[in-house]
C-alpha cells in the first residue's frame, strides 16, 4: 500500500521485516527527504499462516481454538467473535451467567492488552524502565488468568454455547485484590503521560489525526476514539453481557499520540469498573448449552470490541459440521492506513512512536509457514508441521 | 433496535432509485446486490452520505457453475445475459463490501465469474480498501483495475495463478519446490 507525495524523493529507508525496535515482522519503506518522511508503503504477510483456509477443513469446534489461535494477546476476543456468531447462526441463546464470565474474561484481556501496549510504548520512546515497571504490573493479570483458567495467555474461556470453568469466591476475592493493584498503579501512570515532559516531547502534537480523516481512514479502536469519534462496539451494539453492564466510551478530541494515550489509559480505569461490577453482580445459571455439530445453514457477521478497535468475523455454513468461509478482519489493518497517511511531512525519529500509537498487532493481521534456507524455499503442510511439533516436544 | 432500523432505512433510500434488488437477512442487516458497472455510484453515494465506514471486503468462492435451468438457482438475481453464459460454464467468486455504522451493516454483493474476474477499485474513495483489495486479488485471483498488481501478503515466489483460497487449493505440492 503506497501513499506518495512527490516525485521527487530523495532517499528511501527501508525498515523491517527484522528491526530492532518492534519485535514483529512488517517490511516498511519510507521516503525521505532529509528527515522529512514523505512516502511510506508496507508489506505485510511474513507471519501469514493461513487460518481462514485451516478452517474450512475443521469442524466447528475445532475452529474455536484454532482462531483463539490467531493473537496471543487478544485470544479471547477472538474466540468470543467466532461463537457469537456460531450460537446466532444455530439459534442458541446461552445463560446470562456464561456472558458475564465471557465479558469478565474480555475485559481483564483487555487491561494486559493494554499494559503490555503501554510497556511496548514507553520502549519505543525509549524509556526502559517504564517498559519493565508496566510489564511487572501486568503479570497481575497473567497470575489471575492463569488462576482462572490454568493458562496464561489461549485461555480457551469459551466454548461453543458457553464457557469451559466457573469463578468462586477464592477467585473473586484474588480478581479484587490484583484490581485494585493495578488500579493504583495506573493513576501513576497517566500521571506520567500527563505530566512528564520528556514523554509529552514524544507524543504531543505528533501524529494529530483529525476527526475527519479518522473517518474517512476507516480507523477503529482507541485510534479512533483519540480522535473524538465514537465506535466502540460495547456501546454501539452491546454483545455478551454489555446490555446488561454497560461501558462508558471513552474519547478525546485532540487525536495526537498524547489523546490515543489518555484514551487508552482512561479505558483501563473503565475496565476496572466493570470487573469489580460483574464480579459483584455474577448472575447464575448454566455454564454451557447444547450446540449441535452441524450448524443450520446461514451466514451471519460478528463483530466485537479487541483491545485495539473492531474485531469483524463473517460466517458462512451450509450446513455441514464444518464451515464453508470464515473471514476474520483484525482492527490492526484498517488502522495500519492511518499511520501510512499521517507519518508524511513527520520527522524519521517520530516514526517508531507513530507505528506504536495504533497498537498495531502482527498476527492479527497476518495469518503458511515458509521457511528460507539460503537457496531453496521449502513450504510446510500442516501435517509436516504437526508431526514437526509433535516429534519435537517427544 | 429503532435506531438501526432507522440506519438501515436510510441505507435503502439512498440506493433506491438505482434499482438495486435488496434483501434483509438479519435484523442488523441490509444486503444490497451491485454489478461491476454501479459498483464506483454506489460507492460514491455511500461516502457522500457518510453512510458509515468501510469495514472490510470478504471474497467467497463458488467453484461450482450453474446452469440456468437449475431449480434451486443460487444466482436468480443476474440478469446479465453474457454472465449468465459465464456462469454456466466457470465458477465465480462473491464480493462482499461490508460497510458498518454503529451496530447496522450494509453489504454490497457483486459476482463476478472466474473468466471475467476483473472490477473497479474503490480505494480512490475509501483508502482503507486498498489492503482489503489487495488481500482478495491474492487470494481469490480478482483483478482490481487501479491498485498495485503486488504481493501484500504471499511470499514474493508463490506460484502465478495460484488463489489459495480457492475451494481447488489444497496446498501446494510437498517439499514446495517451486
Not at chain 1, 188 to 207: A, H
Not at chain 1, 302 to 327: C, H, M, Q, T, W
Not at chain 1, 375 to 391: A, F, M, N, P, V
Not at chain 2, 80 to 88: P, T, V
Request: contains cysteine.
Amino acid at each position: 500500500m503506497k501513499n506518495q507525495r512527490s516525485s521527487d524523493d530523495k532517499f528511501i529507508v527501508p525498515i523491517g521485516p527484522q528491526h530492532p525496535a518492534l519485535k514483529e515482522p512488517g517490511h516498511f519503506e519510507f521516503s525521505v527527504d532529509g528527515e522529512i518522511v514523505t512516502g511510506a508503503t508496507v508489506r505485510l504477510g511474513y507471519a501469514h499462516r493461513g487460518i481462514e483456509k485451516a478452517t474450512e477443513e475443521r469442524t466447528w469446534q475445532q475452529n474455536a481454538y484454532i482462531l483463539e489461535r490467531i493473537c496471543g494477546i487478544c485470544s479471547h476476543i477472538h474466540a468470543t467473535a467466532y461463537t457469537i456468531g456460531v450460537e446466532r447462526l444455530a439459534g442458541v441463546t446461552i445463560s446470562p451467567r456464561a456472558n458475564a464470565i465471557r465479558t469478565l474474561i474480555a475485559e481483564l484481556e483487555r487491561v494486559h492488552s493494554h499494559m503490555l501496549w503501554w510497556g511496548v510504548a514507553a520502549h519505543e520512546g525509549g524509556f526502559d524502565t517504564l517498559f519493565m515497571y508496566t510489564w511487572r504490573d501486568r503479570e497481575t493479570i497473567m497470575d489471575i488468568l492463569e488462576n482462572l483458567s490454568g493458562n496464561r495467555v489461549n485461555y480457551s474461556a469459551n466454548l461453543l454455547g458457553g464457557v469451559k470453568f466457573d469463578i468462586d469466591r477464592k477467585q473473586i476475592d484474588l480478581i479484587h485484590k490484583g484490581i485494585d493493584f493495578l488500579e493504583e498503579r495506573t493513576h501513576y501512570y497517566f500521571k506520567v503521560i500527563t505530566t512528564d515532559e520528556t514523554f509529552l516531547g514524544r507524543t504531543e502534537n505528533i501524529g494529530t489525526m483529525t476527526k475527519e480523516q479518522a473517518e474517512t481512514l476507516g480507523a477503529l479502536g482507541p485510534t479512533a476514539r483519540a480522535s473524538g469519534v465514537e465506535r466502540d462496539l460495547r456501546v454501539n451494539a452491546p454483545y455478551a453481557a454489555y446490555p446488561d453492564f454497560p461501558i462508558k466510551m471513552i474519547t478525546e478530541t485532540v487525536g495526537d499520540l498524547k489523546a490515543r494515550f489518555v484514551v487508552r489509559l482512561k479505558e483501563l480505569f473503565e475496565s476496572y469498573r466493570l470487573i469489580r461490577d460483574l464480579l459483584d453482580n455474577l448472575p447464575d445459571g448454566e455454564l454451557v448449552v447444547r450446540v449441535p455439530r452441524r450448524i443450520p445453514e446461514g451466514e451471519t457477521i460478528s463483530r466485537v470490541e479487541a483491545p485495539r478497535g473492531e474485531l469483524f468475523y463473517y460466517l458462512a455454513s451450509k450446513g455441514s459440521d464444518k464451515p464453508e468461509r470464515i473471514k476474520v478482519r483484525t482492527p490492526t489493518l484498517p488502522n495500519w492506513s492511518t499511520v501510512l497517511s499521517l507519518v508524511v511531512g513527520h520527522k524519521l525519529a517520530d516514526v517508531p512512536m507513530m507505528l506504536v500509537g495504533i497498537d498495531p498487532c502482527f498476527s492479527c493481521n497476518d495469518r503458511m509457514i515458509s521457511l528460507k534456507r539460503r537457496d531453496s524455499s521449502d513450504i510446510w503442510t500442516w501435517e509436516k508441521l504437526r508431526q514437526y511439533g509433535i516429534d519435537y516436544y517427544k | 433496535m429503532d435506531d438501526i432500523q432507522n440506519l438501515l432505512d436510510s441505507a435503502e433510500e439512498l440506493l433506491k432509485d438505482l434499482g438495486i434488488p435488496t434483501t434483509r437477512p438479519e435484523d442488523f442487516r441490509l444486503d444490497a446486490s451491485v454489478v461491476p458497472a454501479n459498483l464506483s455510484e454506489v460507492v460514491k453515494r455511500i461516502k457522500g452520505s457518510r453512510w458509515g465506514y468501510l469495514s472490510t471486503i470478504t471474497g467467497l468462492d463458488h467453484p461450482e457453475p450453474e446452469s440456468r435451468e437449475s431449480k434451486d438457482r443460487q444466482w436468480r438475481h443476474i440478469q446479465d445475459e453474457a454472465m449468465l453464459d459465464d456462469l454456466e460454464t466457470s465458477g465465480a467468486v462473491e464480493i462482499l463490501y461490508h460497510f458498518c455504522n454503529g451496530a447496522a451493516v450494509l453489504t454490497l454483493r457483486l459476482l463476478v465469474s472466474y473468466s471475467h474476474a476483473t472490477i473497479p477499485t474503490i480505494s480512490n474513495l475509501f483508502s482503507s480498501a486498498t489492503l482489503y483489495e489487495m488481500e482478495l486479488a491474492e487470494m481469490f485471483g480478482v483483478r482490481i483495475q487501479g491498485i498495485p498488481e503486488e504481493h501484500l501478503l504471499l511470499p514474493e515466489d508463490w506460484p502465478k495463478n495460484v488463489y489459495p483460497l480457492r475451494k481447488s487449493f489444497h496446498g501446494l505440492k510437498e517439499s514446495g519446490k517451486h
